[in-house]
Every structure is written in structure tokens, then in C-alpha cells.
């Protein structure tokens, strides 16, 4: 961009003075016109840099016509040749130019003004023929970058390498980061309306270039560029344009291929849990394709749809997914030591969601061959986890005892172990039998009296009598040992089958 500045330093200026506007020097300077008319600005279009001996404006409303016109019009200065009208730059123009930043140049005798048009229009040609040349060479590695699949982040050093400025590509969805080159003075706002265009925005003091990358007319991401002035060069606005356009074309390519991958993912995954029988070529396909192998292991995960989409953006490790109406299926392939940090990100993950929402996760497998199996656990897991005080993320291998009332029948778990236990609570009123099922449950579980009545939210004396009720009911060694974990396994194995379906040992296909 050509300003006034670099005019100054050019030969044919070397006896020209700046008299006003000097903060203005920064003005970018498009072409040069000649003029003296006062109402020359209607011929304008912003950008020029006009020259004038001053015929024509003798009389200060003239004057102040003119000038203002120019500076309404965008004009980028004034050079005001002296000796033929005016002996002295006049102080009313002077002083208008000033308030406004308005770079005036005076010359102290007669000056060919076809030179000066021809030395800057010969600088503007030659800088546009330059920026054409640039952007040509931007294309270029643009279309390498996209061929070769480099991604955005290769996009953005490759506009960083044009532009020599700070550049922040803000992307607008929580799992993808951020992408900085250079040194920020001041880090922009987050900015929720798109900018169509690049756009010239300022904040605490510091100005930068924002366009918007816009897919199917969504923001999917914001480019920044830092610039020292509020003048928007034609070369970062080409450029910017220019990459923000292959952003948005990286974008589509990245999303139409991870579409196609889970489709493909999908359909591998379901022939895996409910093909029958179980193709080895699948497998082998498997194995290959995520690196099972002797270091890596795997785990079957199942959980509700809405669960999932809050998980797919905390996880770190690649989730294989397969997606149902009422729950979703989960694969999480890696070596053991970044499984169980993955595990402990969900559940501060669903720690801090809203209740209700849990994942069951199968044992650690090392061969596809018992993906059903895993399958299984994982459901198991699942049942559990969203029973009462049960962490929302719950592995099979921490089931204890519900292992074994998710092998058991129904059936055999009433006959063998809840009615021998329970019957006769269980015969109890509705409003009765709950509240001494609450009352065992906590006590069994280990509490002390004061404990179990702070759990409870009753008082003390209410805890004494519902015990001596117990205690009519079970018999008065209903607190030993081999008693109270016979009845707390039952009472476990009764909430487990209240709240689980009918067949709970294997997961529909």
C-alpha cells in the first residue's frame, strides 16, 4: 500500500513540505488527480491524492467547500503548488485539515504536475502489479495446501507468511483449539455476528482485520489479523479473503470425510456386534485398522445418545461410536495407562452433567474375538451405573457383586436370595416396607446409629423403633456378619430388578 509517507521520500518531493495533517500520513494513496474547482469532491472516489495551485479559491468558503469536500470524499491528501495564487499556505485551510488529519504538502515554487502524476501513478502501478504477483504466489501454495490435505493450520502459517502479522484463527466448536502466529497485544472479543467481509474492528486500544469462515452460510471460525492502523490494506483484504475461502473449503472436505468414516465405521461396528456368525474378516479388518495388537486393548462402553454428544468433545483418544435410537455403543481403543486416564476425564466429565447421565463400560479386552462378550459387560455396566449412588462411570471389573445378579436368572434371585431374606419386609405395607428397606439398606451398609439417622433424615428415636421393627421381622441376628451380608446382597440384587428390564444378561440386537 502506497501512503503519503512514502510519497514524501520519493526525488520529486524533496522540496515539498507537510504543513498539516501529519498523522494522516498513513493515508493510503490510490491515483492522482488534478483539480481546482471547489466542489471537486463529487469527481472523487476516495483514495486520491490531489493536486492544486489554488486557482479558484481565493474566497475562504471556497476554501472550506473544497477541503471539506475532499475530506468527506476520502481523498488521501492535497498538494498545493505556491508562487501562481497563494504566496502562503492559507490558515483557514490549514486549520480544517488539521482537525481532521489531512495531509496537505505544499511546494514553494511552480512544479510540473505530469511528473508528479507519473512518478506516483508509475509507484501505484507497479505496488498493484506486485500485490497481483503476491496473491498469485498465495494461491498457489492455497491449492498445495488443500491437494496435500495439510489442513488449517498449514492455511493459516501460509497467510501468516504473507501478511508478517499476528493472525488468531478462532474456531467455533469446543473441541477444536485455536490457532495463534505472532504476538497479540490485546486478544480480540469473542465475536457471535459473522463477518461476511473482512472487517475492521477495534478493542482496547488495538485494530484488527475479522472475516468470518462461512460454510453452507454458517460461521464455522473467525480469522484475526492485527494491523498497526485502522486502513484496511487491498493486499490483507485479497489474502484474507483468499484463505478464509480455503478454510471453509478444508472444513467441508475434513466434514464430508469424517462422515464417510463413521458410515463405514458403523457398518463394520454392527456387523462386529450383531452379525451372525462373527465374519473373521471383519475382524482382521478390525484388528488392522485400529493397531490391536499386543499393547493395545480395548473397552465396549454403552450410553444414552445425549450422553455421547456431550462425550465425543472431552475425549482425547479415538472413539469408535455406533449410534442407535435409545443408546449408543462405544469402543475405546488405546493401551491401558491412556484408557484409564480417558475414563477418569468422562467421569469428571458426567460429574459435573446433569443427573442421570452415566456410561457402563466392559473389562479391558485384548482380542475382537470377545467383542460380544464385551458387549455384554458393558451393558451389565450400564444397568448398574444408573442405579442409586452408582458412579456414572462404571466399569464392569468394578461391579462385585453385581457380576453375579447379572449372571443369575431373575428367577433364581428371588427364590435363593431376596425372598429368604426379605420375605417378610417385603410383605409390609407399601409406605411401611420402603421405609424399612431405606432403614436396612443404610444400616447393613456398615453406618453407625447416628449415621444412618443423619443418611435417613430422621431422628434417632425413629431409627431405635423401625429397628426393633427389623428386628421382629429378621430375627435378632440380623446384624451379624453372615446375616448382614446376606441381606444387603439381597436388598442390592432387589433395587438392581426394580429398576432393570426384564432380560438383563444380554443387550438387544
Not at 467455533?172 to 461476511?196: C, H, I, K, M, Y
Not at 455406533?322 to 475405546?332: A, F, H, K, P, V
Not at 448398574?384 to 457380576?403: E, N, T
Amino acid at each position: 500500500m502506497l501512503t503519503i509517507k512514502d510519497i514524501l521520500t520519493r526525488p520529486l518531493f524533496q522540496s515539498a513540505r507537510l504543513v498539516a495533517g501529519e498523522e494522516g500520513q498513513v493515508r493510503a494513496v490510490k491515483w492522482v488527480h488534478i483539480g481546482e474547482i471547489p466542489h471537486l469532491s463529487q469527481f472523487l472516489k476516495g483514495g486520491e491524492l490531489v493536486l492544486s495551485t489554488g486557482v479558484g479559491l481565493a474566497d475562504a468558503s471556497l476554501r472550506r467547500t473544497f477541503i471539506e469536500g475532499l475530506i468527506q470524499a476520502g481523498a488521501a491528501g492535497l498538494v498545493l503548488e505556491l508562487g501562481s495564487y497563494f504566496s502562503d499556505p492559507p490558515e483557514d485551510l490549514l486549520f480544517l485539515a488539521a482537525q481532521k488529519a489531512f495531509p496537505v504538502i505544499v511546494f514553494p515554487h511552480a512544479v510540473r504536475f505530469l511528473d508528479l502524476s507519473y512518478e506516483i501513478n508509475t509507484l501505484i502501478i507497479s505496488e498493484h502489479h506486485h500485490v497481483l504477483e503476491e496473491l498469485e504466489s498465495l494461491s498457489l501454495r492455497i491449492r498445495q495446501v488443500l491437494l496435500n490435505t495439510e489442513g488449517p493450520e498449514a492455511l493459516v502459517r501460509t497467510l501468516y507468511g504473507v501478511t508478517r502479522e499476528p493472525i488468531w484463527y478462532r474456531r467455533r466448536f469446543a473441541d477444536q483449539e485455536d490457532l495463534v502466529w505472532g504476538e497479540w497485544t490485546n486478544r480480540p472479543p469473542v465475536a457471535e455476528s459473522p463477518a461476511l467481509h473482512p472487517t475492521v474492528e477495534q478493542h482496547q486500544g488495538s485494530w484488527w482485520v475479522r472475516q468470518s469462515v462461512m460454510v453452507f452460510d454458517n460461521p464455522v471460525g473467525d480469522l484475526y489479523v492485527e494491523i498497526e492502523s485502522p486502513i484496511l490494506e487491498e493486499r490483507l483484504y485479497l489474502a484474507l479473503d483468499r484463505v478464509a475461502a480455503a478454510l471453509a473449503q478444508d472444513f467441508i472436505r475434513e466434514e464430508t470425510l469424517q462422515k464417510s468414516q463413521r458410515r463405514e465405521e458403523a457398518v463394520m461396528l454392527q456387523s462386529l456386534f450383531f452379525q451372525e456368525p462373527l465374519s473373521p474378516a471383519v475382524l482382521r479388518r478390525f484388528d488392522s485398522r485400529y493397531g490391536l495388537n499386543g499393547a493395545h486393548r480395548y473397552r465396549v462402553g454403552m450410553t444414552a445418545p445425549s450422553t455421547y454428544a456431550r462425550l465425543r468433545h472431552t475425549l482425547q483418544t479415538p472413539l469408535l461410536a455406533l449410534e442407535e435410537s435409545d443408546r449408543t455403543l462405544l469402543i475405546l481403543l488405546a493401551r491401558p495407562p491412556a484408557i484409564d486416564h480417558e475414563l477418569q476425564r468422562i467421569e469428571e466429565a458426567l460429574r459435573t452433567a446433569n443427573a442421570g447421565e452415566s456410561v457402563g463400560w466392559s473389562r479391558l479386552h485384548a482380542e475382537s474375538r470377545t467383542i460380544r462378550e464385551a458387549l455384554l459387560e458393558a451393558h451389565g455396566a450400564w444397568m448398574v451405573s444408573r442405579l442409586r449412588g452408582q458412579p456414572r462411570s462404571l466399569c464392569y471389573d468394578a461391579l462385585g457383586i453385581y457380576r453375579w445378579v447379572l449372571a443369575t436368572e431373575r428367577s433364581q434371585l428371588h427364590g435363593l436370595l431376596i425372598e429368604p431374606e426379605l420375605r417378610t419386609v417385603l410383605l409390609m405395607p407399601r409406605a411401611a416396607r420402603d421405609n424399612l428397606l431405606d432403614t436396612l439398606e443404610v444400616v447393613v451398609s456398615g453406618a453407625s446409629k447416628s449415621e444412618a439417622a443423619n443418611q435417613l433424615g430422621i431422628h434417632r428415636q425413629t431409627l431405635y423403633t423401625r429397628l426393633k421393627r427389623l428386628e421382629s421381622l429378621l430375627g435378632a441376628d440380623f446384624l451379624s456378619p453372615h446375616r448382614r451380608t446376606a441381606i444387603h446382597a439381597a436388598i442390592l440384587a432387589l433395587r438392581f430388578l426394580e429398576s432393570a428390564p426384564e432380560d438383563r444378561r444380554a443387550p438387544p440386537s
